[in-house]
Nanobody, 123 residues
Framework: QVQLVESGGGLVQAGGSRRLSCAASGRTFSSYSMGWFRQAPGKEREFVSGISWNGGRTYYADSVKGRFTISRDNAKNTVYLQMNSLKPGDTALYYC????????????????WGQGTQVTVSS
């Protein structure tokens, strides 16, 4: 069992930066690959970024590639999402999630989810 708690959301101006954190409970955090997803009002949840269990592989949605960076610290049971050059289109509720798959952009493959943290980018 893994419990996930996101933090770091808030209001930011376009062009600004924000770092999201996702703290995990449980001793098996390093066994899971992790992902960040987001959902904007009236839209489906979409994949943002993923990272393998040891941080050796990272991958991104095309819409955030070059602007967002995912990382993890297994000693702290935490995964991060550094978001730079934010745009109003990045406004969404951001979720972290855990999966036993080595690699997946599909939310159905993720077993554990946090409650989400809101990011609002003003123009």
């Amino acid at each position: 069992q893994v419990q996930l708690v996101e933090s770091g959301g808030g209001l930011v101006q376009a062009g600004g930066s924000r770092r999201l954190s996702c703290a995990a409970s449980g001793r098996t955090f390093s066994s899971y690959s992790m992902g960040w997803f987001r959902q904007a009002p009236g839209k489906e949840r979409e994949f943002v970024s993923g990272i393998s269990w040891n941080g050796g592989r990272t991958y991104y949605a095309d819409s955030v590639k070059g602007r967002f960076t995912i990382s993890r610290d297994n000693a702290k049971n935490t995964v991060y999402l550094q978001m730079n050059s934010l745009k109003p289109g990045d406004t969404a509720l951001y979720y972290c999630a855990a999966t036993v798959y080595d690699y997946s952009r599909n939310d159905v493959h993720y077993t554990y989810w946090g409650q989400g943290t809101q990011v609002t980018v003003s123009s």
